[in-house]
């Protein structure tokens, strides 16, 4: 599918990639991030690129490494996919903490890919990871409903998969909620990635004051899994809530022809 772009190669950084080496560099409304740079990236000063909006949305070095070993204990899946790759700082993680085979990091946008790209190298860990240029949920829809039209090096065995979503949050606006409807998340709200995920096993990164009541109505009243949700914090303060979603009995449920897609895995 042309609009899913497996990169062979490394994307160039743009002029929206930048290392801000000088605080007089840093554009005011991030430079409470570059001050924090150390804690998002060690290696920072390996030349770390950022575009200035992924500042906000990086996952914190030591909580992507918790979050990757944590997943690593709870799941037996051998592939992750990484919905939303951003510039990288969970995919580094991912595949620092070797439990996978496959990775594949999804990101639709040029400049924030070429910064995951290149941050991998830096981490020495690019060869592990298959970067994808493109629209995530339109991969799902393809894994679920057509996976023939993905190109052979990201059409997976969705028995083997583990989905990672980091999701944008509309912004920091979610501070100034007590507790933040995850309906009105945006542009992807819980339920329209609940369902791109399902019925596979998910991690949702989420506002870290997510409201508890709608992320535990994901389960249907007769399942008996139960989700594991997780507060990862940094110097006593949460940045994260994570909630860990297994995967779902397809025949309990039955959306978009997917269980079929499932039963006809599990018996090969
Ligand atoms: P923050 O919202 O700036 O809160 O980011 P912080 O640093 O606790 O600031 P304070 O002023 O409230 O003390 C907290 C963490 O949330 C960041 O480190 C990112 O990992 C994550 N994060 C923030 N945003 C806006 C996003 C987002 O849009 N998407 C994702 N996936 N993560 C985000």
Redesign the pocket.
Known sequence: MASLQVLHEKLPLTDECHHYENVHEVPQHIR??WQ?RYS?FEYYDEGIQLTDDAW?????EP?ANQIAQDLSTKTSKTTLIDL?G?AG?NVIAFASSFHFTRIIAIEKDPSTLACAQHNAQVYGVSEYITFVLGDSLEYMTLLKTNPSALHPSIRVDPNQVTIFA???????A??EHEVFDLSVMEPYNLERLYKACFPLEHTL????SSDLNQVADLLAPEDDAKLDVVQYC?EG????MVVYVPESNPLHRDDDGWSMAVEQGTSQ
Do not use: D, E, H, N
């Open positions: 409470k991030y924090q998002i906000f949305g990086v996952t914190p909580v939303f951003g700082g980091s999701p944008p949050w509309g912004g920091v979610y501070r990164f989420l506002p870290r940094m303060a949460s940045k994260a």
